[in-house]
């Protein structure tokens, strides 16, 4: 039976969460374990900036972020360790990466709004942000810190909570540097595909492509509308997914024998917890397109394709209780292609 995503304990809707925060420059909505009980080591946000808003600067003491703009353009500020600062511009279908701890923020330097996904390797991130940073010391201790007297800071809003999102009057000046090749940043798009099918594309980004990743990794992949994903599990790793565009039908299977089967859209993410078996098929008229992030740098794939030619004909056909000679005449398949051609009519979606 086909499911709605709203009705799959592996889906939520971001496109129709209400947000953790709204603000006149933009929103933040959540997918983290309150929202979705079965994520691990995953988790995501929806970041909407309006025209003149900022993503306070802020961190995240138990989580690294992996962030890929789908429109508009921003400027990323990190400060990290030693005094590191790290300032670069973003566009649609750029990454960037923000290690756990390290502050940094977002801002709209463009003349439209800006849509950003923003994975983290924790089922729950914690953040601090700069305004709660600054207040919980006292006039004095910052006074000493920066060579001021104490009264210099008695204007200080100490109230409780950040704005979480700015809003600036005046644009920032972008520095001519922020626009070059920085090691924190990824052009995943503006790259040529690592798969290119017929059935689909996948540009990956895997530490071995992006060193400075950490215990994260993401791939972009389309499938056409004659393509599918073919069934598959991920040892060792989750898989969490959002939908940029399109519509697709996936079955999961869980460890008790039982399967979900339902359609997500455009504006939905799922979760498929390490090793559980699933398949993505596009069913829409248009391309499907999908953000799949994991919590391992380098993920491995076991594919149904190459598999079935591991085991001799004899056990698969016992395992599957039916006579050798029944058994379908499956082809040789040394390295699966991850994306596979659609031969068969696209089954009714319930």
Request: hydrophobic share 40%.
């Amino acid at each position: 039976m086909t499911t709605t995503s709203q009705q799959s304990r592996h889906v939520v809707s971001l496109a129709n969460q209400p947000p953790r925060f709204q603000g006149p420059r933009g929103s933040i909505t959540h997918m983290d374990a309150g929202d979705l009980p079965l994520l691990r080591r995953l988790s995501m946000r929806r970041l909407l900036l309006d025209h003149g808003g900022a993503r306070e600067p802020h961190w995240h003491a138990n989580a690294h972020e992996l962030g890929y703009c789908i429109r508009g353009e921003a400027l990323i500020t990190i400060a990290a360790n030693h005094a590191e600062r790290e300032s670069f511009v973003v566009h649609a279908g750029d990454m960037f990466f923000v290690p756990s701890g390290a502050m940094h923020a977002i801002e709209n330097v463009g003349d439209g709004d800006a849509e950003f996904i923003l994975a983290f390797s924790h089922e729950r991130p914690e953040d601090f942000g700069m305004k709660a940073a600054f207040g919980a010391m006292s006039d004095a201790v910052l006074g000493n810190t920066y060579d001021l007297p104490a009264e210099a800071f008695s204007r200080l809003d100490r109230s409780a909570g950040g704005s979480d999102i700015l809003s600036f009057e005046s644009r920032t000046e972008v520095e001519e540097q922020a626009r070059h090749v920085n090691p924190y940043k990824y052009s995943v798009e503006a790259t040529p595909p690592q798969i290119d099918f017929p059935a689909g594309t996948a540009h990956t980004t895997k530490s071995a492509l992006w060193p400075i990743l950490r215990d994260m990794a993401m791939f972009s992949v389309t499938i056409s509308p004659s393509g599918m994903r073919e069934p598959h599990w991920h040892p060792e790793t989750a898989e969490m997914g959002y939908v940029v565009a399109g519509k697709a039908r996936m079955t999961i299977l869980d460890p008790d024998g039982t399967s979900d089967t339902y359609v997500v859209q455009a504006g939905d993410a799922y979760f498929i917890p390490p090793a559980y078996p699933h398949h993505i098929e596009n069913v829409g008229d248009g391309t499907f397109h999908v953000l799949i992030f994991f919590d391992q740098v380098s993920p491995g794939d076991v594919g149904y394709r190459s598999l079935i030619n591991v085991y001799p004909r004899a056990l698969l056909a016992a395992s599957f209780g039916m006579s050798e000679a029944d058994l379908p005449p499956f082809p040789f398949t040394e390295i699966d292609p991850l994306l596979v051609p659609r031969a068969n009519p696209v089954e009714p979606v319930a």
